[in-house]
């Protein structure tokens, strides 16, 4: 993944305007799953660099995964939040049933509320001279196969709000030759990522 050109284009005052919107406001970066480190670490360099002057903008980055289990914490499952955190977090094999209830509450409406929420907080903000037009999301390998990225942005339409932010997803992965279609991990296709505009070619 070229850092640079991504770091110039989050620079560019066109682009840190969400109202400028191209078409919408969804946005792929891919890079090789190899790089998830380096990627982490840049999203963070990202993060300091951009609240600086010049930019002033405050970026929330959502590890998606870290969501899905402070949710999970947040509901009423009892002792067994923690159980079903300790399972993602592991090596374990788990139950089909166990396999089951994460997927559905990943699924979920209310986890979708929750990342809507997060989301909200962030770009309601006042009191301060910072702007918030990113959303920075990864963590996508870590939360498969409990969620798909194509999945998630379809469901998240319903709260999506394109002229107040764009959501910029770090995708471990790559466009494959149609232009809609990408392939997590290089090896699994999903599909239905027509809306998502994608910001590096590797």
């Not at 006042?126 to 990113?134: H, I, K, S, V």
Request: net charge negative; proline share 3%.
């Amino acid at each position: 993944m070229d850092f640079d050109k991504i770091y110039a284009k989050l620079s560019d005052p066109n682009f840190q305007d969400p109202e400028k919107s191209d078409i919408y406001n969804y946005y792929i970066v891919q890079y090789n799953p190899d790089e998830e480190a380096e990627v982490e670490r840049t999203l963070a360099s990202f993060k300091d660099v951009l609240v600086r002057p010049n930019n002033y903008i405050d970026v929330l980055s959502l590890d998606i995964f870290d969501e899905f289990c402070s949710f999970l914490d947040s509901q009423s499952f009892g002792d067994s939040a923690s159980f079903l955190k300790e399972l993602l977090e592991s090596e374990a094999e788990m139950s089909e049933q166990v396999e089951n209830v994460l997927r559905n509450n990943a699924g979920s409406e209310d986890f979708y509320h929750w990342i809507h929420q997060r989301i909200q907080e962030h770009i309601s903000k006042e009191g301060d001279n910072l702007r918030r037009p990113f959303i920075f999301l990864y963590g996508i390998s870590r939360i498969y196969p409990y969620l798909r990225t194509n999945v998630l942005l379809t469901n998240y339409e319903n709260y999506n709000e394109v002229t107040r932010y764009r959501l910029i997803i770090f995708y471990p992965g790559h466009k494959i030759q149609d232009k809609f279609t990408y392939n997590l991990f290089g090896q699994l296709k999903e599909t239905n990522m027509y809306r998502a505009i994608l910001l590096n070619e590797e």
